[in-house]
């Protein structure tokens, strides 16, 4: 049993996992000679599938060689507060990462990981720049190098009680999973239906654009018989607009399915999928938002989608590693965890909401489009069609009356909350101490209207609040310089003298 204080490798199975990975690489690209042999007018069968198999061969051989490589230098262990990983065949790279800079363990387990017992562990941090080190570890390996981060995680001169407790599990309904993936995404699906019309009126772009008779006489032959009777076309838009929502909810299902979550004060703990099951570990100290989402239908049947944002890593790919609950209104749980128990009851130091530039920002794209379109209708004669771009237009200017009274931020003693949304209500949920960037922009119209955007930028997240009065906007934008740099302060101070590294603050 090891206790990773010295150089070790990964679980011997991990091998047959780093060969599949290999040889799918590896087998990518020899598919192009195998079609290049297959397309050959002077090949023979059988000199072709000699070739094929000669190919393949060569290709697993090759894959053996360089996975082989891969794990028998690849090291990992824990020494003095680090986690080093020792990786590189030609070149040598030895990588170090502070245990309290970690932001997250993710592990996955494909059909391949499970079928052997295995897990894949990625690390984020916010400094490491490379590609992602995956480690391949079974079970027993996993849960003492977990035990190892979090002895190392918790401060010498105090004595905690343990990380996890078997009273300490929550468990989210497949039911409610459902429900919730039922309730939120039908605009996805009307969008995914906007995109079915478009895809049948952009046939028009096969047409010469030089040849205007070939245009009006393919005009005359594709749309006269749907002009006719436009409710031919429902049923085909009805079918693929279920396709689409059945599509949507086997997706939420397969990745969220069987959710539990174990938690203390510190750490939440993750762990969800059908197929692939998958764990997601989140600090306390790195979660720098809480997106929480309700729409008509999830307040309804108290529901709300809420996502834990994380800071994300320099190389800007890492969005979907955070965290999206489907369910019932787990808010006030989270929200205590993260905020404490009274965030519920602090007063209000200053609300500022927008004014009619939310409206007009949101409607214009819209409005737009809309006007492109009946154009287009009308130059084909197709007047039936016209009550599409108004339904849609009459949508957009209720979407964009809701933008406006949805949007506001408001500055609490020791958080921030950023409202947004349209047909839905969003609510966001930042600390002083995780605020980045603070930025004010003025448009064009400000001079005449005196309103300003307001920015606000933290290490995982951007937040702009348009059309707000522009002296409520500059005391607000002092407010967050105040108050981000006296909770920064404290932060330090409780660091203590063993982490002076302070947040790398931009204020603009």
């Known amino acids: 049993m090891t206790d990773f204080s010295a150089p070790h490798r990964m679980s011997p199975s991990a091998f047959v996992i780093i060969f599949i990975k290999s040889l799918k690489s590896i087998i990518g690209t020899s598919i192009i000679l195998i079609f290049a042999n297959i397309y050959d007018a002077d090949s023979v069968v059988g000199n072709l599938w000699l070739r094929i198999l000669t ?31 020792s990786h590189g065949i030609i070149q040598r790279e030895t990588a170090s990462i502070p245990l309290d800079r970690i932001h997250s363990l993710r592990t996955k387990q494909g059909v391949w990981y499970r079928l052997l017992d295995l897990k894949g562990i990625v690390i984020d941090t916010l400094a490491l720049r490379e590609e992602e080190i995956e480690l391949i570890l079974d079970e027993g390996d996993w849960q003492r190098l977990l035990q190892r981060i979090r002895q190392e995680e918790q401060p010498k001169a105090t004595t905690e009680p343990p990380a996890y407790r078997t009273d300490s599990v929550r468990r989210f309904a497949n039911k409610n999973l459902l429900l919730d993936a039922l309730c939120q995404n039908h605009l996805k699906g009307m969008a995914i239906l906007g995109g079915f019309l478009s ?6 772009n096969d047409i010469p654009y030089n040849t205007f008779d070939i245009i009006d006489n393919y005009a005359e032959s594709y749309f006269d018989e749907i002009a006719a009777d436009p409710l031919r076309i429902v049923p085909v838009l009805a079918t693929v607009y279920v396709v689409v929502l059945l599509l949507w909810i086997g997706r939420a299902l397969l990745r969220y399915y069987d959710m539990s979550l174990t938690y203390d004060r510190k750490l939440l703990t993750f762990t969800h999928g059908l197929l692939s099951r998958a ?13 929480v989402k309700r729409n008509f239908l999830e307040k309804r049947f108290g529901l709300c989608t809420l996502i834990l944002r994380q800071a994300l890593n320099v190389t800007a790919k890492k969005e979907e590693d955070n965290l999206k609950l489907y369910g019932a209104d787990s808010s006030s749980f989270f929200l205590t965890w993260w905020l404490g128990e009274d965030y519920g009851t602090a007063p209000d130091i200053i609300t500022s909401k927008s004014g009619k530039g939310v409206f007009v920002h949101s409607l214009l794209p819209d409005l737009l489009l809309s006007v492109a379109a009946t154009v287009v209708l009308c130059y084909f004669n197709l007047y039936v069609w016209t009550s599409v771009p108004a339904i849609y237009l009459l949508i957009s200017v209720v979407k964009g009356i809701m933008a406006m009274r949805h949007s506001k931020i408001t500055l609490k003693d020791s958080y921030i909350m950023v409202y947004g949304g349209r047909f839905a209500e969003i609510e966001n949920y930042i600390k002083y101490h995780n605020i980045e960037v603070v930025k004010i922009r003025s448009t064009p119209f400000t001079r005449w209207f005196h309103r300003v955007t307001l920015s606000i930028s933290t290490a995982g997240s951007n937040f702009s609040v348009r059309s707000l009065k522009i002296d409520e906007a500059k005391l607000i934008y002092e407010l967050l310089l105040f ?13 203590g003298k063993g982490n002076k590294r302070g947040p790398n603050r931009k204020c603009h």
């Open 199 to 204: 895809i049948i009126f952009g046939h028009l």
């Open 55 to 85: 190919i393949l061969a060569i290709s697993a051989a090759l894959a053996l060689v360089v996975s082989f490589a891969q794990y028998y230098h690849k090291k990992f262990y824990i020494k003095d507060g680090y986690l080093i990983f």
């Open 483 to 495: 108050k981000a740099e006296s909770t920064t302060k404290k932060t330090i101070i409780a660091w």
């Open 279 to 291: 764990s997601s570990r989140f600090a306390f100290d790195k979660v720098c938002t809480i997106w």
